[in-house]
């Protein structure tokens, strides 16, 4: 009987969890199981603001494969993924090239820039643990130079950050609660600081209803947090940004600009020529490409339709662990025979948070939340995760439990 190899690509939310899902449900003897990531180890995506702030260790976030994945059901290989051949069954590796019967892309996302000028070369995002860490090192890097400094250049103090959605405010929200431990460690008067939050909508956190946005934008400003709101970024320089808001442009004298406006899907998806939409490859409802058979794309790769409207699917790490449960049962009856499922997303509920002791949160789309009982939920959510991917141990390991601080 032949063995069939299912290759897995990337170790984030739904990746990890399918993996896992599959060691528990195929014998040795059914198949092989070969995950591939460039790095050893798992993260808490969720977390990198937290890390980009400085207000949480990125040893925190991190996770190591070993500690979750079998790796006498699963073979792991640490290796940088160049491209995929879907029609030869090969991903060509840094490398290597592996074969494949069944391939499940769960590669994440990159930052979309938009082509504004001067984004990719001066700009910081946050979409992995060294982009958070290098841009903690910068902030710190910046408050030591300006106390050290003969001619104080307030650019360094003046912190922007593009984008009014998920990553920025969640962002701008720790970064409320780490600043006055960096002015004080560094001698630096508060005022002097300057958080900036530039948004081309009206608002900000478009995800939720307009109380709390507004309830959320109150709580940061009453931190210190300025928005410019209906202004677009239209460049991006060493030591500024350029902004137009109505029908003028602005510029802001800045050393540290984080752009958090935009994702897409990895681009080695897009180039693998298995079509897509706006960079995502548009599935079947049991989450197959629309052209293989034994192709399964999910998370921030995917483009996932809801059944009731129509609309795609917010590419969230709880919908990328739901994606997770059915691609697992999918592989899992390809390889025996089984009948196929369709993945059916539920939005349980959405939480932001607003910095340690503060966030904004929707339930089942009914229950709002704010202030400590938002928190309380948003640590719980992250814990459950943390128990589901490694049980007890981890999540004693990894785990928040200041929920009232």
């Not at 912190?159 to 630096?188: H, K, M, Q, S």
């Not at 400590?372 to 948003?378: I, L, R």
Request: overall charge neutral.
């Amino acid at each position: 009987m032949h063995k069939k190899s299912i290759v897995i690509l990337g170790a984030g939310y739904g990746g990890i969890m399918t993996t896992i899902k599959l060691q528990k449900m195929l014998h040795v003897n059914e198949a092989e199981i070969t995950l591939v990531n460039i790095n050893d180890y798992h993260y808490q995506a969720t977390w990198l603001h937290e890390n980009a702030a400085g207000t949480l260790h990125h040893e925190r976030t991190r996770i190591d494969i070993k500690d979750v994945v079998d790796l006498n059901k699963v073979k792991f290989i640490k290796d940088k993924i160049l491209c995929i051949k879907p029609r030869e069954k090969k991903v060509k590796l840094k490398r290597q090239e592996i074969d494949f019967d069944i391939l499940v892309i769960s590669l994440g996302f990159e930052a979309a820039t938009f082509g504004i000028p001067g984004l990719e070369d001066h700009a910081f995002t946050i979409s992995d643990i060294n982009s958070a860490r290098l841009l903690r090192e910068h902030l710190e890097y910046n408050f030591a130079l300006y106390h050290n400094e003969r001619e104080k250049n307030p650019a360094r103090l003046n912190i922007v950050v593009g984008g009014g959605g998920f990553t920025g405010i969640e962002y701008i929200g720790e970064l409320a609660n780490r600043i006055p431990e960096l002015c004080e460690e560094y001698d630096i008067e508060k005022t002097q600081v300057r958080l900036i939050n530039v948004e081309a909508s009206s608002s900000i956190l478009p995800e939720f209803d307009q109380q709390l946005a507004e309830y959320a934008m109150n709580s940061l400003e009453a931190r210190g947090v300025e928005f410019i709101t209906e202004a677009v970024v239209t460049e991006c320089n060493p030591d500024s940004i350029v902004y137009e808001k109505n029908g003028k442009k602005e510029e802001l004298p800045t050393m540290t600009t984080v752009w958090a406006a935009g994702v897409k899907a990895n681009s080695i998806v897009e180039h693998a020529g298995l079509g897509t939409t706006h960079g995502k490859v548009e599935v079947r409802k049991d989450m197959r490409t629309t052209e293989y058979e034994d192709i399964f794309v999910m998370g921030d790769c995917a483009l996932v339709r809801n059944t009731d409207t129509g609309n795609p699917c917010p590419p969230t790490a709880q919908i990328a662990i739901q994606q997770s449960k059915i691609v697992a049962h999918n592989i899992k009856s390809l390889v025996d025979g089984g009948e196929m499922k369709e993945f059916k997303p539920r939005l349980i509920g959405t939480i932001a948070s607003l910095g340690n002791n503060d966030a904004v949160g929707s339930i089942y789309r009914q229950y709002k939340l704010r202030g400590w009982k938002a928190t309380v939920a948003k640590k719980m959510s992250e814990n459950q995760y943390l128990f589901k991917l490694g049980g007890f141990r981890l999540l004693m390991k990894k785990g928040k439990f200041n929920f009232f601080y």
